[in-house]
């Protein structure tokens, strides 16, 4: 296993997180995705709410969630040390 040391000093910040559908849509159309696929807002994982907005199939979730390097790294040293 390799050693992970988290320093006080690192100073590297990530870039704001993105969730607006139409900048995963108009990205994707353009690497080659079709576009009879497309990205949509979901407000619930409830799948009896789900059902309530979409009529069509749902074959993926991005989740974008702000957390920080040490946030992560603690919850992981904990889980594996």
């Known amino acids: ?6 320093n006080s000093t690192d100073s590297y910040r990530w870039p704001p997180l ?7 849509n108009k990205f994707f159309q353009e690497v080659g995705l079709p576009d009879y696929f497309g990205f949509q807002e979901l407000l619930s994982l ?3 709410e789900v059902n309530q907005f979409f009529d ?5 979730v991005i989740v974008a969630v ?3 390097k040490v946030h992560f790294l603690k919850e992981n040293l ?4």
Do not use: A, L, Q
């Open 66 to 68: 702000n957390r920080t």
């Open 18 to 24: 993105e969730s607006d559908p139409s900048i995963f």
């Open 56 to 60: 069509f199939p749902i074959f993926g």
């Open 46 to 48: 409830n799948p009896d």
């Open 1 to 6: 296993m390799t050693d992970i040391i988290i």
């Open 78 to 81: 904990i889980k594996y040390n």
